[in-house]
């Protein structure tokens, strides 16, 4: 019930953000993008999906690590650790992992155009699937719980 409230909170609350972030730069002489635009409303829809998912996944992380304090920091070490620490690594392997991290593969949802993400919907299938593995562990680990 938690992700379906969330869900039904975010989406409304990432369009209206775009609307105003638009009003907001239509005077500074930049690009303007609409709904109809190529991509757009997918990134906008996006937006509220990814931020209930991480939240679920946020959830999961918090319930195996039963610390308030340590789920934060866990959860923070996975989703903004791994992507400077692939900098450090030699260039000729550089590009095989990133896309499939956390951050990167909930994030390319909301991409509109580039290279270095997976495909929109397969990214935001595999962040998915990194979500309901820590609510599925979290399960577990609550009914073997002695």
């Known amino acids: 019930m938690c992700?379906?409230?969330?869900?039904?909170?975010?989406?409304?609350?990432a369009l209206v953000a775009f609307l105003v972030g638009q009003a907001?730069?239509?005077?500074g002489g930049l690009p303007h993008l609409g709904l109809g635009d190529p991509g757009v409303a997918r990134a906008v829809l996006g937006a509220g999906l990814y931020l209930t998912?991480?939240?679920?996944?946020?959830?999961?992380?918090?319930?195996?690590?039963?610390?308030?304090?340590?789920?934060?920091?866990v959860f923070a070490a996975?989703?903004?650790?791994?992507?400077?620490?692939?900098?450090?690594?030699p260039s000729s392997g550089n590009?095989?992992?990133?896309p499939y991290l956390p951050l990167a593969a909930g994030q390319?949802?909301?991409?509109?155009?580039?290279?270095?993400?997976?495909?929109?919907?397969?990214?935001?299938?595999l962040f998915c699937a990194y979500a309901a593995l820590t609510i599925a562990a979290a399960v577990l680990l609550r009914r073997r719980d002695v």
Not at 78 to 89: A, K, Q, T, Y
């Open 95 to 98: 590009s095989a992992a990133p």
């Open 108 to 125: 390319s949802l909301m991409t509109i155009s580039g290279t270095d993400h997976l495909a929109p919907w397969t990214g935001f299938g």
């Open 53 to 73: 998912v991480v939240g679920l996944f946020g959830l999961g992380i918090a319930a195996i690590v039963r610390n308030t304090a340590g789920g934060i920091a």
């Open 24 to 27: 907001i730069l239509s005077g």
């Open 78 to 89: 996975i989703m903004f650790g791994p992507p400077p620490l692939m900098n450090v690594r």
């Open 3 to 13: 992700g379906v409230t969330t869900l039904v909170l975010m989406v409304p609350s």
